[in-house]
């Protein structure tokens, strides 16, 4: 199994500014996910973190609007810049080492953008 | 291409049976089975690797038919704990691992 933490676990925030949120797994692991649950939605795949090399993003997610950084194997950070309302969602870190794994979930973090 | 669930939302009484089905239009390489509860992260639950493989665990088991490029969930003698959103995450083998998710089962359970 994997232990994951997020930071922060909840942020209230103002339009036009930026969030960073940290994803910590207690273990190396290959491969490192970011997804968004918008309220009463289904989990909806960001981007895939990779180590060392940019991130991989999933259509209708770009660079700019979420940077992604992974410096190594247990670590990766997430930003929603330039936020708006629409913004507002649980984003979660999900990890497994392989794909016959398990994939397991982060706590999330909850977002509010005013 | 987000694998398909049905029902959308199921509703039971304590010690009913109920079965939620996931459906791709692409080959799947495995099929994860997640529980969400209000708040709260999703919960693995279970994982399908192989075509025709069932799984189980406690009350809840799981099929997997790769011709079918489907996967049934079967929650049997319903509990109140059983209450919450169940995804279905498959993945796809030109897709490296990445899960990708139905649109979610609600499934409340009463007394």
């Known amino acids: 199994s994997a232990v994951i933490s997020q930071k922060p676990s909840r942020d209230i925030c103002q339009r036009g500014t930026s969030l960073t949120i940290q994803c910590q797994v207690d273990?190396?692991?290959?491969?490192m996910f970011w997804y968004r649950q918008q309220p009463g939605q289904s989990l909806t795949l960001i981007a895939t973190a990779n180590q060392g090399s940019e991130a991989t993003y999933e259509s209708g997610f770009v660079i700019d609007k979420f940077p992604i950084s992974r410096p190594n194997l247990t670590f990766s950070t997430l930003t929603v810049s330039n936020m708006s309302p629409e913004d507002s969602s649980i984003y979660l870190c999900s990890v497994h080492r392989d794909s016959r794994d398990t994939q397991y979930f982060g706590p999330g973090t909850r977002l509010t953008v005013l | 291409q987000q694998p398909v669930q049905s029902p959308q939302a199921v509703i039971l009484r304590e010690g009913e049976d109920a079965v939620i089905n996931c459906s791709s239009s692409k080959a799947l390489y495995s099929v994860h089975w997640y529980r969400q509860k209000h708040g709260e992260a999703p919960v693995f639950l279970m994982i399908l690797l192989k075509g025709g493989e069932q799984k189980g665990h406690d009350k809840i088991s799981a099929s997997f038919n790769e011709k079918k490029q489907q996967s049934s969930l079967y929650l049997t003698a319903s509990q109140l704990s059983y209450s919450g959103t169940y995804f279905c995450?498959?993945?796809?083998?030109?897709?490296?691992?990445?899960?990708?998710f139905g649109q979610g089962t609600t499934l409340q359970v009463k007394p």
């Open positions: 995450g498959t993945v796809h083998p030109s897709n490296t691992g990445k899960l990708i």
């Open positions: 273990s190396q692991v290959t491969m």
